[in-house]
């Protein structure tokens, strides 16, 4: 045991084979055996308990069937970690193991960690995939559909490689459109959160401003490892492609790959290229389609005339000819012509006899016999609206006029004395809840010099004066004098007089 600790260790005592030690020291000298013995090693378990607290950093467990080894990971390396832990993975943990004497502990400080084998990767994957698939993200009812020829298009993916290149050449070949590039790191710790900054930042843009909102969003990367399209594969990569207003196309890795982002995508490509062909149509082929419907138009419109101008030839040979049309009229128009002076002469003739037997009729003993008839009608009619009648009608209504008066003034007198009965009610009632009602039961309220109400005695010893409200009437207490230098202070004699 002595071979483990300080040299400078405390010599035995009298009588005793071995020394005293602290605590301290022998939680130290355990400290520097594991730490020297195991500063750098690999474990592989299964993450257990995981814990982020605010600061940071990371609590964990590594077990397995047998045993359980706590682990932290400190802030600064959490954050450099192209895998983060999750609770049920197996993992590679590198670090160092040391202590923690403050609980009697031996712990692993874990510098990096990594999944253990594809295997575990896949089964994270299908864990991750099937708890974001509940969530709704992978809905094809919330996919949006790809615009037929967009004016702008943006594209993630790194700025260096071939993928972008192939993007550009096809586009170029099919139907040359405006392309936004946002470099982003396509591999590594990185390429999650700049890639979900890519499509945050897309659909922040505003359309039609400075930097224009692109139509289309194509998110793209070439072939590699599992390890090397995982940041693909990462929430915040998915979250970000299912909550983007902007249809969004997926083209990461070959035709045999597969990420989480696929399944967020409104639309899936096999490669970057067939991206691009989903984006635009054939330029060519839009112009060919365009032309051979001008050419049906035209031909179809030719068609349509020449048909109507046949017709209408078929149709003037089944009519009659004008001349033919119009013998028939000019010949009643020929009749009617030779009978016209005689018809308006005989019509003359019976007008005439008419009138002559109406002339007749009108003479003036007929006129001066409707006069007076009219006369004895309006006569009549003026002794019905003579001034008696008027008169009883007024008296009558002057009669209903002072009813209504006195209906009115009852109403209101009763009105009135409602009012004051309740308005007196209401003062008894203040006076019933009122302090006053209460200081004649015995209680009484204290004010100081400025008319305060005081409610303790503390507040009482700091007044200079007071004023006691009784029942019938209030007292004054003296105000108090100073104290002298050097003594205690004198108290009066109480003062007092009946306001």
């Not at 054939?282 to 419109?301: E, F, K, N, P, Y």
């Not at 007024?394 to 409602?418: F, H, M, P």
């Not at 009012?419 to 209401?426: A, E, G, H, M, N």
């Not at 302090?435 to 008319?451: H, K, N, P, Q, S």
Request: proline content about 6%; overall charge positive.
């Amino acid at each position: 045991m002595s071979d483990l600790l300080d040299d400078d260790a405390p010599a035995p005592q009298g009588g005793q084979n071995n020394p005293e030690y602290t605590v301290s020291e022998i939680s130290g000298a355990v400290k520097r055996v594991l730490e020297g013995e195991f500063s750098h090693v690999r474990i592989r378990g299964e993450l257990g308990r995981v814990t982020m607290p605010r600061s940071g950093h990371v609590y964990l467990d590594l077990k397995d069937d047998r045993s359980v080894l706590a682990a932290v990971i400190w802030k600064g390396v959490a954050a450099r970690l192209t895998t983060q832990p999750e609770e049920g993975m197996e993992v590679i943990a590198t670090g160092r193991i040391t202590t923690f004497g403050g609980q009697s502990k031996y712990q692993l400080i874990i510098e990096d960690i990594e999944p253990a084998g594809a295997g575990a990767l896949m089964a994270m994957l299908d864990k991750r995939r099937r708890a974001l698939a509940a969530e709704g993200l992978f809905d094809e009812a919330r996919k949006q559909p790809i615009p037929y020829l967009p004016e702008i298009i943006g594209v993630v993916t790194s700025p260096t490689g071939a993928v972008i290149r192939d993007i550009l050449h096809r586009l170029r070949d099919r139907f040359p459109r405006k392309v936004l590039i946002w470099p982003v790191a396509v591999q590594g710790a990185n390429c999650a959160p700049e890639v979900a900054r890519a499509i945050h930042g897309f659909n922040a843009l505003t359309p039609g401003g400075a930097m224009p909102r692109p139509d289309l969003i194509i998110v793209a990367r070439g072939g590699g490892s599992l390890e090397d399209l995982w940041g693909f594969n990462e929430e915040i990569v998915v979250r970000a492609a299912a909550a983007s207003r902007i249809p969004l196309i997926s083209a990461v890795g070959h035709e045999t790959d597969t990420t989480l982002i696929d399944f967020a995508a409104d639309k899936r490509a096999p490669t970057p290229t067939a991206a691009a062909e989903m984006a635009v149509p054939v330029r060519l082929d839009l112009l060919a389609w365009v032309d051979g419907q001008s050419g049906r138009l035209t031909r179809a419109l030719t068609s349509g005339v020449t048909l109507r101008a046949q017709r209408l030839r078929d149709l003037s040979r089944a009519l009659p000819r004008a001349d033919t049309l119009l013998d028939g009229p000019r010949q009643r128009l020929d009749m009617l012509s030779d009978r016209l002076p005689a018809a308006l002469i005989r019509a003359v003739q019976l007008r005439r006899v008419a009138l002559s037997d109406h002339a007749g009729a009108l003479r003036p003993a007929l006129l001066r016999r409707a006069i007076q008839t009219e006369r004895r009608n309006l006569a009549v009619a003026s002794d019905r609206l003579s001034l008696d009648r008027f008169r009883a009608d007024l008296e009558r209504k002057n009669c209903d006029l002072a009813g209504l008066s006195r209906r009115l003034s009852d109403a209101g007198q009763r009105q009135v004395r409602t009012w004051r009965q309740r308005t007196l009610d209401l003062d008894r009632l203040r006076l019933t809840l009122g302090y006053e009602a209460t200081l004649g039961r015995g209680y009484a309220v204290v004010r100081d010099e400025a008319g305060e109400v005081l409610t303790t005695r503390a507040q009482a010893a700091k007044a200079r004066a007071l004023e006691i409200q009784f029942a019938d009437g209030r007292l004054a207490v003296g105000a108090k004098p100073a104290p002298k230098p050097g003594g205690k202070p004198q108290t009066p004699p109480e003062q007092g007089s009946l306001l």
